[in-house]
């Protein structure tokens, strides 16, 4: 495998399922990050993940949960989750630099999450 | 509220032709810019960028323009093949946040018709 890997490519759960996506990324990055997109919308940044310590965005409902287990590695638990929930949800790596260096985030295919 | 805006959700052009894509940004902190591609069913992939030290930056086909005064930037494809229809997507950060956090227009669906 190579980049930044997705799975499941497509879910569709009850809005009283509980289910998980998982994000594997092969590049050796040092930062992982979940997006959502919805139609004719921007991505919208759920979480970022570095180095043992995590952003997030303060709009993100908490039926919402990250889990970063190690650099390579990054999962969004889902809980009763609502019909507005269903989008595209993306994971991306990237290198992060503390000396004011932007390096490019490389981005998975994404799952295709529909809430019914 | 959205900081990065790309007023066009659609644009068509013949094959050969110019295509000129469409953003502008309102955070002044912003010091970075990137152009995204993106298929159906496949993940965003950087195409080009510019930092704001520059106001143009050339990679074969693509060409990326950023006017600071006017906060606005502009993807140039010459010439257009139907391999570059896609949806772009324009981004933009501040260095200075060691996070990364990248800022996304809405996108803009390109159609190359033969």
């Known amino acids: 495998e190579t980049g930044v890997t997705q799975t499941p490519r497509h879910l569709v759960m009850g809005m009283t399922n509980k289910k998980s996506l998982k994000c594997e990324q092969h590049?050796?990055?040092?930062?992982m990050y979940w997006y959502k997109q919805s139609a004719k919308k921007p991505l919208e940044l759920m979480f970022v993940?570095?180095?043992?310590?995590?952003?997030e965005n303060n709009s993100v409902p908490s039926r919402f949960s990250p889990e970063c287990p190690n650099s390579s590695h990054l999962f969004l638990h889902l809980h009763t989750l609502q019909p507005e929930d269903s989008a595209l949800y993306l994971c991306?790596?990237?290198?992060?630099?503390?000396?004011?260096?932007?390096?490019?985030?490389?981005f998975g295919p994404g799952t295709r999450l529909t809430v019914l | 509220d959205q900081q990065v805006k790309q007023n066009s959700p659609s644009l068509s052009v013949q094959e050969g032709r110019i295509s000129i894509l469409n953003c502008d940004y309102t955070?002044?902190?912003?010091?970075?810019f990137l152009w995204y591609k993106k298929y159906p069913a496949e993940g965003p992939t950087f195409l080009i960028s510019?930092?704001?030290?520059?106001d143009k930056n050339e990679d074969g086909r693509f060409t990326v323009f950023l006017n600071k005064s006017a906060k606005h930037l502009s993807l140039h494809i010459v010439p257009s093949q139907p391999g570059d229809s896609a949806v772009y997507f324009c981004?933009?950060?501040?260095?200075?946040?060691?996070?990364?956090?990248?800022?996304f227009g809405a996108g803009t669906q390109v159609v190359v018709t033969p």
């Open positions: 991306a790596s990237s290198q992060r630099d503390f000396g004011g260096v932007y390096n490019e985030q490389f």
């Open positions: 590049l050796g990055h040092n930062a």
């Open positions: 993940y570095s180095l043992e310590e995590r952003v």
């Open positions: 955070n002044s902190m912003f010091d970075y």
């Open positions: 510019i930092s704001s030290i520059k």
């Open positions: 981004a933009a950060v501040e260095t200075t946040d060691s996070w990364g956090k990248l800022q």
